[in-house]
């Protein structure tokens, strides 16, 4: 079973940073790619980083490539996103979620497996 907790959340001038974390409290947390996504308001929920689970591999959206950047610890379940040089288009609720890694690799995210319940980040202007 794999229960994500996401935190790290809050308001933040734009141009700065924050990091957001999320941990599972399951055992099997190495077994899974993890990935962030985000949902703005009145907007569709979007992909933003992921990583596989051996951590070879990351992935960004274009919108984000060079500002965030994803990590994951194994030893504390807990799956990283630093952001930094942030914009008020970043505002938005961003979610962590989980998917096998026999499945995918963290660049696949048709299906997710697990979602967590979300953390508001909010940039001002």
């Known amino acids: 079973q794999v229960q994500l907790v996401e935190s790290g959340g809050g308001l933040v001038q734009a141009g700065g940073s924050l990091r957001l974390s999320c941990a599972d409290s399951g055992r099997t947390f190495h077994s899974y790619a993890m990935g962030w996504f985000r949902q703005a308001p009145g907007k569709d929920r979007e992909f933003v980083a992921a990583i596989s689970a051996s951590a070879d591999n990351t992935y960004y959206s274009v919108s984000v490539k060079g500002r965030f950047t994803i990590s994951r610890d194994d030893a504390k379940n807990t799956v990283y996103l630093q952001m930094n040089s942030l914009k008020p288009e970043d505002t938005a609720v961003y979610y962590c979620?989980?998917?096998?890694?026999?499945?995918?690799?963290?660049?696949?995210?048709?299906?997710?497996?697990?979602w967590g319940k979300g953390t508001l980040v909010t940039v001002s202007s």
């Open positions: 979620a989980a998917r096998r890694s026999s499945i995918s690799d963290g660049s696949n995210w048709d299906g997710v497996d697990y």
